[in-house]
């Protein structure tokens, strides 16, 4: 059984920057394409963000384009993600996933596409 643990969310304010990792035991992170998911208070997970493993191919949602990065070390066995330039309407439990395949989903990330997740990590924006 996969399994992903996300850590480095935090409370900051607008226009800071954060670090989210996700952790991968029993399996190899590189030999699974990820993706990070938000989900705020009273609204449906969506997809943020994720990484092929095949070719190294992202995807960003147009809400995080050019302030987010995804990105794999894998001596760590570990995904990040770089959010900087935090707004607001940033704030959400912020969820890693694993995907069957090596590539990301050729349309925006759906939680079906997925098949292991983590607990998550909240994420607070706020002055």
């Known amino acids: 059984q996969v399994q992903l643990v996300e850590s480095g969310g935090d409370l900051v304010q607008p226009g800071d920057s954060l670090r989210l990792s996700c952790a991968a035991s029993?399996?190899?992170?590189?030999?699974?394409?990820i993706g990070w998911f938000r989900q705020a208070p009273g609204k449906e997970r969506e997809g943020v963000s994720c990484?092929?493993?095949?070719?190294?191919?992202?995807y960003y949602a147009d809400s995080v384009k050019g302030r987010f990065t995804i990105s794999r070390d894998n001596a760590k066995n570990t995904v990040y993600l770089q959010m900087n330039s935090l707004k607001p309407d940033d704030t959400a439990a912020y969820y890693c996933?694993?995907?069957?395949?090596?590539?990301?989903?050729?349309?925006?990330?759906?939680?079906?596409?997925?098949?292991?997740w983590g607990q998550g990590t909240q994420v607070t924006v706020s002055s």
């Open positions: 996933a694993a995907r069957i395949f090596r590539r990301c989903p050729t349309a925006t990330p759906r939680i079906v596409d997925f098949r292991s």
């Open positions: 029993r399996f190899t992170l590189d030999n699974y394409a």
């Open positions: 990484l092929s493993s095949s070719d190294g191919s992202t």
